[in-house]
């Protein structure tokens, strides 16, 4: 039986984030992946590598939503990168359109490309419109403490209490990555599955930051919730999929290395 895995999500060109990600990852965890184009970013090798964003226009999202949710019948979804208010309602209102089992946000905050005062609007309409209606939230470090209103997270405790805090806004379940920024020489997350914290801990690979490591976290754990896994089992299968695929990254003539997700595939048939 094929299990359906859909996003929502923006395009980088170089495959090493967004829509491509989650669509290698979910081809690599056996799910059939399907996906609506949100934003167009294209780094520009001329300037520093920095980004060019192009936004979906507002009815193009939702004839691509239509589309994919007439096509099969699904119940879960990721979205990564919307970028803009625009986008998020129109994002919402085909949310709205059917009942979802799982809705995966990794919400990616403050769009760089924009003007500061449009960012903060992007950012308070992704909490009211889609945060609300997520059942599983995974913020990065600067994402959770913006969005539980915290400076830092330094200890376990304080990873914790951000997912609680962020869990209380919409999601039941709440992934807080510590990442390169969390003290300590391990890569640490923690889980708040709606009564408990769950701590996932593995020895931090280098301090230099991986292209692609947050979009596949969620992108896993979309696709084994699909095939009808727990969470706890989606955490974990996530977090071993993204440190095998940061061990065996992609190097380039880009000045960062971006995660490999067949490393994993080519892991469990060894």
Known sequence: MVSFAYTIAGSEATGGAGFQVDLK??????????????????????????????QIPPQVIKDQIEAATAAHDLDTVKIGMLGHPDTIEAVAAGLAGQEWKNIVLDPVLICKGQEPGAALDTDNLLREKILSQATV???NYFEACTLAGMEALNTIDDLKEAAQRISDLGPRCVIVKGGTEFPGDHAIDVLWDGEEAHIYSTPQIGKERVSGAGCTLAAAITAELAKGADIHE????????VQVGIVNRVGGNTPFDTVWQGAYRMQENA
């Not at 059939?32 to 780094?43: A, D, E, K, Q, R």
């Not at 989606?234 to 999929?241: E, F, L, Q």
Request: with cysteine.
């Open 137 to 139: 939230a995974t913020p």
């Open 25 to 54: 990852t979910f081809h690599q965890l056996g799910v059939y992946g399907m996906g609506t184009l949100t934003c167009i970013v294209s780094f520009d090798p001329k300037n520093n590598w920095g980004h060019r964003l192009v």
């Open 234 to 241: 989606a955490v974990r299968i996530a977090k071993d999929m």
